[in-house]
């Protein structure tokens, strides 16, 4: 939860610094890795893959300031 954490701060900090849009969220090979980590993980653990923690980290970055080059209107989401 550590390396979601650094990615949203990245991502806000890329944002505060003006990058382009596109270039402030995490690569696609490094989601699709969090992705497998996440199924492999919670399936060791329950028996099945369990993706809900992925899906609040997508979401927590398209309504951060990520996306929208402002600061965050939305409530921040601590991934612990």
């Given amino acids: 939860?550590?390396?979601?954490?650094?990615?949203l701060h990245q991502c806000k900090e890329r944002a505060r610094l003006a990058y382009a849009k596109e270039e402030r969220m995490p690569s696609q090979r490094e989601l699709s890795?969090?992705?497998?980590?996440?199924?492999s993980l919670s399936e060791q653990w329950y028996g099945r893959p369990c993706l809900s923690i992925v899906f609040a980290f997508l979401v927590?970055?398209?309504s951060s300031s990520c996306t929208e080059g402002a600061r965050s209107r939305s409530r921040s989401v601590a991934f612990s």
């Fill in 60 to 62: 927590e970055l398209a």
């Fill in 1 to 7: 939860m550590q390396h979601l954490n650094a990615l």
């Fill in 33 to 39: 890795s969090i992705v497998a980590r996440c199924s």
